[in-house]
């Protein structure tokens, strides 16, 4: 197991954007409890989780955002500047 969730050397905070039923869910579901459903549902408004990694000794912690593909979330990318 890793460092509490309090104690970290990095911190990146990652948002997963994209089209309705590309696997955005099944990235954050892969990275985060290593598991992975062929059968995942679409992503209503956004899903949040966090991993902590161990890199050369140092706790890294990743906070991902997975936003539906829908046209809701569509102004996350306009204020990230990614249109």
């Known amino acids: ?3 509490p969730d309090d104690e970290y050397y990095y911190l990146f905070k990652v948002v997963l954007i994209g089209d309705s039923g590309v696997g955005k869910s099944d990235l954050l579901s892969r990275f985060t409890r290593n ?3 062929l059968e995942s549902k679409s992503t209503i408004g956004v899903e ?3 991993h902590s ?3 050369d000794g140092k706790t890294i912690k990743v906070q991902i955002w997975d936003t539906a593909g829908q046209e ?3 102004a996350i990318t306009s ?3 990614l249109h």
Request: glycine fraction near 12%.
């Open 48 to 50: 949040f989780a966090t």
């Open 35 to 37: 598991e992975f459903n």
């Open 1 to 3: 197991m890793g460092a």
């Open 79 to 81: 204020a990230l500047g």
């Open 72 to 74: 809701c979330c569509r």
């Open 53 to 55: 990694i161990q890199v």
